[in-house]
């Protein structure tokens, strides 16, 4: 073994939010995880934070902060037909176990620093690095009154925080800003650094052009490209097209710009200096152009973070912007997703473009990496391949799935799992490209196929058939397996694919039933072997009872983190589709668009 690099950050990331992830977690299954990573080698956490969740108090111009959520404001009802479920006293609908009986926002507050605290001492305890991310452009819809140009509109689901659209140097948005940094380095002194995360969907460009130019005046960054260079180059490979990478550009110049004036007057920086807190800038997705003139605009000591792109499989097409930073200059850290919160629970496997992400950030001198995932049910192999190879330059994905395999299931059943790893890795590549939203945890997701006009996707009949591919193969495995708790593994990956299966066959026969129900004013039902309306009514009963079987599939192996994940599946692929279903068969067909859930 070739050992590659000792320092490297190697950094696990708890919290963010949605059902489907850590957020859901309790104290107990946080510290286990990082007890856990720890013995794989990672040296640090990051507990990624939204502006609406209850782990930060402040107040600024006369306005103190009034309220707080988990997932965004969704409300997932838990009941006696949740499937796999037992609801807990009291329990109506799915929260943080931790959250359970707090009803103020002083009780969520509270709750939320002994979780967050809880945390922390696990990890410093291990003597591990110790991050926040917090997002600092972003706040509670109460502060609203204090920006010069706020949003109206929700910029980030649920609608529950505002941000400036207008001159970020405006004093009510310097002051706002200062005030929630402070409250965070004063809170949360303890940790070793705050990351300071750009917005995924900023509205911070009107002035872009005058904020480029004050940049140049400084920095002399127009000598090393242009800003009409800058925007070409920003991504069209990103969800959203053109229009958001342009916005998404523009903004990040806007915000440099406002960084740099607000590093060099609020203190911050030297206030965390004093605590001990290091800052990083993490940018916004499509900003990797920005690389070539980053270490020119941040202060010394600021390091940045940056995704590349939502999935690995994407990011791997934009890692050449990597060799545009000067890691001599400014330390970097590359967030490598594990599996992206837009498939949901669907299997997600990304070790071979993980593996050549994290050469290459290695090669460049990148100060280390952070993790992306939320569920955590299909990462095994992933997290070996990436634990290892920050220690082993001769390492690849093939030997450490080898290894792995062998000492889970039994050497007998290893060939054909790396046969079951290779068909997830290209069904997540099909996942990325075609189906990217296809099953977000989010309240009405299901009303996208019932609304979709266009046909059903080719890439789903793929994947779908790659999952079956994959559970043919598993289920062959039964008198192969040799390693303890081998069959329980098996069990899970089976009943995981059961339930993708199922999830796949319910949103294809919305979308086909939704096609029949508008056919229906145009069909001769005299002359059609089945009236259209049938067909619908038909199609949209199968896709309940398909949702149903994913959900038993489900909870049959499932793990006790997996709970959330049941809670949200039953209401979106079985409650929300009942609902769903039952007001577009009561409407004339005209007018079956847009009967999405809130």
């Known amino acids: ?64 902060r009034q309220d707080a959520t988990m997932l965004f404001g969704q409300k997932f009802p838990v009941d006696a037909d949740t499937i796999g479920v037992t609801p807990g006293p009291g329990e109506r609908f799915l929260d943080n176990p931790e959250f359970l009986g707090a009803e103020t926002y002083e009780d969520m507050l509270a709750a939320g620093r002994r979780l967050l605290g809880g945390i922390l001492d696990q990890a410093q305890a291990l003597d591990m690095h110790t ?67 750009m917005p995924e969907f900023p509205k911070a460009d009107s002035a872009y052009r005058d904020a480029w130019e004050a ?47 607000f590093f060099e007057q609020s203190g911050i920086l030297e206030r965390g200096a004093a605590a001990d807190t290091k800052f990083t800038i993490s940018l916004a997705v499509t900003t990797a152009p920005l690389f070539k003139v980053i270490d020119r605009v941040l202060p010394p000591g600021v390091g940045v973070e940056n995704v590349l792109e939502y999935t690995a499989s994407r990011a791997v097409r934009r890692m050449h912007y990597m060799e545009d930073l000067d890691a001599t200059r400014v330390g970097a850290l590359l967030d490598v997703t594990l599996q992206d919160d837009n ?32 569920p955590v049910g299909d ?19 093939a030997t ?61 009949t793929h994947v779908r058939a790659m999952y079956e591919q994959c559970r043919r193969i598993l289920l062959r495995q039964g008198d ?32 086909d039933g939704a096609a029949a129900f508008r056919a229906a004013p145009d069909a001769d039902d005299e002359a059609a072997s089945r009236p259209p309306a049938e067909i619908a009514h038909d199609c ?15 909870a049959r192996a499932a793990r006790p983190a997996d709970r959330p994940l049941l809670i949200a599946y039953y209401h979106l692929l079985v409650r929300e589709v009942r609902e769903l279903t039952s007001k577009m068969m009561q409407r004339p067909p005209e007018s079956s668009v847009s009967i999405r859930g809130s």
């Open 131 to 197: 991050m926040i991310g917090l997002q600092p452009f972003e706040f509670p819809v109460e502060f609203r009154p204090l920006l010069d140009t706020p949003t109206r509109e929700g910029i980030q689901l649920g609608g529950r925080t505002c941000a400036e659209r207008g001159d970020l140097r405006h004093p009510g948005h310097m002051a706002l800003v200062q005030a929630h940094l402070d409250a965070y380095l004063h809170q949360w002194s303890r940790v070793d650094e705050l990351t300071l995360v």
């Open 379 to 397: 990462l095994d192999p992933a997290v070996a391949c990436l634990a290892r190879s920050a220690w082993d330059a001769d390492l690849t994905p």
């Open 540 to 554: 949209f009963r199968r896709a309940i009872e398909s949702g149903e079987a994913a959900l038993r599939a489900a």
């Open 480 to 511: 192969r397996l040799e390693a303890p708790s081998a069959a329980e593994r098996l069990e899970y990956m089976v009943g995981r694919l059961e339930f993708s299966i199922g999830a796949m066959t319910d949103w294809e026969l919305l979308a």
């Open 343 to 374: 498939g949901g629970w669907l299997p997600q496997v990304a070790t071979q473009s993980v593996h050549l992400l994290l050469r290459q950030a290695q090669r460049l001198g990148w100060r280390g990496f952070v993790t992306r995932y939320w």
């Open 1 to 64: 073994m070739v050992s590659v690099s000792n320092a490297m950050m190697r950094c696990w990331r708890q919290f963010s939010d949605l059902a489907t992830g850590p957020a859901m977690w309790s104290l107990e299954r946080h510290q286990a995880v990082t007890r856990q990573v720890f013995k794989l080698r990672f040296n640090s956490i990051v507990i990624s934070l939204w502006p609406q969740q209850p782990f930060v108090d402040f107040e600024c111009g006369g306005i103190r």
């Open 215 to 261: 940049l140049d005046r400084k920095f002399g960054v127009a000598s090393v490209m242009s800003l009409d260079q800058l925007i070409a180059e920003s991504s069209g490979l990103t969800p959203g097209g053109r229009e958001r990478a342009d916005r998404e550009m523009k903004s990040a110049v806007s915000m440099l710009h406002f960084l740099d004036g």
């Open 400 to 460: 450490v799935y080898e290894d792995h395999f062998d000492h889970v299931f039994g050497p007998r059943a290893t060939a054909d799992m790396c046969r079951v790893m290779r068909l997830l890795e290209d069904a997540t590549i099909l996942l990325d490209l075609d189906l990217f939203y296809f099953l977000f945890p989010v309240l009405g997701i299901m009303g996208v196929p019932l609304e979709r006009t266009e046909p059903t996707p080719e890439a789903l």
